[in-house]
């Protein structure tokens, strides 16, 4: 098979970043033959401790076979019990992404789509929790036939199943399977049993990758390998040998002990590669590229390493992302500050608007229940843009209704994303239509002016789980309005997280006094963005744009608003 170049997978595109262009195009050093057109599956687990950044390592391990011009996704497997991540706590679990095909996953997968600049779906993430359905649901059919059901082969077959269904039609080159949790856990033991199981079946089509720690002991003044010893002898008591092993480490790994760590662990010393502690997770793929991680991966399946990697324009991304010409504070009010990972794809998309004005973003995170009439101005001197988070439930939302009037009367540069867009209509009614009580009925089922009410088909939903508007969603925007001037195009697609709506029985009143829908849902009249017209930079949004935010793409909205935020600060200091 010819080594695919970036046309086989992407037609050449230019996405512009302000003054910045990236430019995919035709590796011409792709010319070469490989051992076989079948996908290779590739596996990231992780030992010693958890948070080691296997989704970073397995995305940018993505970036470089696909900078080669190889194609490649990346899924994650959760051993939770959890049908998927809708229901849990942001507290335990931190945000939960959502796809374009609906689904609710794993912030993982937000990680991917950045670096990759390619959608995920439903397929790309799985649960314990899914797996155990899909067999209990098989079981009620009886699809097995009377058998009795256990871990193996039943819930093992139900995995495998899951890791192949990516492969399925060598639609791409690599599959990469990060395993949540870490080895020896007793839930994640199916998920290493049925990693085992594949070695066997696919040969030098798969390649197991174990992230560990090396600690760095400031007593002894010396890093320790014993953990990571420890961490690969219990994946060998499993039955499974890691070909590569990344090293989380605070300082560098000296031949030394990568020789130790090579030896007690059977591996060469060139599949040791460190993964030193950085200030960006954008520096990651340029890292593993220097530690020639990709190189070991296609050395151990066979495939063709002669296409050097094409990163010119992840590298101009990094040296803008360096080297910002100014600063601007925003700030992120929401009841999750205390978890940055609650909002994690808002403030990665922060650092791509920013990084395409060639501006560093400096975000003060601001707990909603901490902030009144009282101390808002006080909360919120020295910002000079306001963002009000998404969310659920009445803790903190007094907090982000005096945010919103701060930023609109003060003339602050302002964007609220889905709670945060309902909360900018109530306040709006209260504070200017004059409605004192108006409120959500997702708090007060009983306001008099249900300003933000429960969609139609949601009132019989009682349900939980994957039951809200889910996924990607056609908005028609209106002409000579901020948000056409946005995006440029009438119709554009973004993806929902939520069950309340704007009550289109007030649109009227708000439109005469000035807040406008400058967004509708062509289908349901359902409305999608709304803004002021007397202001500088206001608007709300009522889906959730930081999902479709990458490093190749920033989004429109995002990067305006950053720029709204530069003027706002260039017009305060007089320049």
């Not at 095909?101 to 959608?119: K, M, Q």
């Not at 010409?325 to 925003?330: E, G, M, P, Y």
């Not at 929401?334 to 501006?359: F, P, R, W």
Request: a neutral charge.
């Amino acid at each position: 098979m010819l080594c695919k170049s970036f046309a086989a997978y992407t037609q050449p595109f230019v996405t512009m970043m302000g003054p910045l262009a990236f430019y995919f195009h035709p590796n011409s050093n792709c010319n070469m033959t490989t051992v076989e057109a079948t996908t290779k599956y590739i596996f990231v687990t992780g030992g010693v401790t958890s948070s080691l950044g296997k989704g970073i390592i397995s995305a940018s391990l993505a970036k470089l076979l696909q900078a080669r011009g190889y194609t490649a996704t990346i899924q994650k497997l959760d051993p939770y019990i959890n049908i998927d991540p809708g229901t849990l706590n942001p507290y335990e679990h931190g945000e939960c992404y959502v796809t374009e095909d609906g689904a609710e996953t794993d912030l993982d997968l937000g990680h991917y789509e950045r670096f990759l600049n390619v959608p995920t779906s439903q397929a790309n993430n799985v649960t314990t929790g899914r797996i155990y359905l899909s067999v209990i649901n098989k079981e009620r059919r009886g699809d097995y036939l009377g058998e009795t059901v256990q871990v193996i082969p039943h819930i093992t077959d139900e995995i495998k199943h899951s890791i192949k269904l990516l492969g399925e039609n060598n639609q791409f080159d690599f599959v990469i399977t990060e395993i949540g949790g870490t080895v020896g856990d007793i839930e994640s033991l199916p998920y290493v049993e049925a990693i085992r199981q594949l070695r066997w079946e696919l040969g030098i089509r798969c390649v197991v990758i174990h992230l560990t720690l090396v600690p760095y002991l400031a007593a002894a003044k010396e890093l320790k390998t014993k953990p990571t010893q420890h961490s690969v002898k219990t994946m060998q008591e499993y039955g499974v040998q890691p070909d590569i092993l990344v090293c989380r480490t605070e300082r560098p790994l000296n031949d030394g002990i990568r020789n130790k760590i090579a030896q007690f662990c059977n591996v060469s010393p060139a599949a040791v590669i460190e993964s030193i502690d950085t200030d960006s997770i954008y520096k990651v793929p340029v890292l593993m590229r220097e530690e020639k991680l990709d190189l070991q991966v296609l050395k151990k399946t066979r495939m063709s390493a002669n296409c050097m990697p094409e990163l010119h324009a992840w590298e101009l991304f990094l040296d803008r992302l360096q080297n910002p010409l100014s600063t601007v504070k925003i700030a992120l009010v929401g009841k999750y500050v205390e978890l940055m990972d609650a909002y994690k794809s808002i403030i990665e998309s922060l650092i791509h608007a920013g990084t395409s004005n060639v501006c560093k973003v400096d975000l003060k995170m601001i707990h909603s229940e901490q902030v009144n009439e009282g101390n808002v101005s006080k909360i919120l001197a020295g910002t000079s843009g306001v963002i009000v988070a998404p969310g659920f439930g009445e803790r903190g939302f007094e907090g982000k209704i005096a945010a919103i009037k701060y930023a609109r009367t003060e003339k602050i540069p302002f964007l609220g994303i889905c709670l945060g867009m309902q909360c900018a209509t109530i306040e709006f009614a209260r504070n200017v239509l004059g409605m004192k009580d108006a409120h959500s009925t997702e708090m007060v089922p009983s306001t008099p002016h249900p300003i933000i009410d429960i969609m139609e088909e949601q009132k019989k939903v009682n349900l939980k789980g994957g039951t809200m508007r889910l996924g990607a969603y056609e908005c028609k925007l209106k002409n000579d309005t901020r948000a056409y001037n946005i995006y440029s195009k009438q119709f554009i697609s973004e993806r929902h997280r939520h069950r309340f709506e704007f009550n289109n029985k007030y649109l009227e009143l708000f439109e005469n006094k000035g807040m406008i829908a400058s967004g509708i849902n062509p289908g349901s009249n359902l409305v999608e963005i709304v803004e002021l017209t007397d202001h500088p930079w206001f608007v709300g949004v009522q889906f959730h744009p930081e999902y479709k935010s990458t490093v190749a793409s920033p989004h429109p909205l995002f990067v305006d608003f950053v720029k709204a935020v530069m003027d706002f600060d260039n017009h305060k200091q007089g320049l």
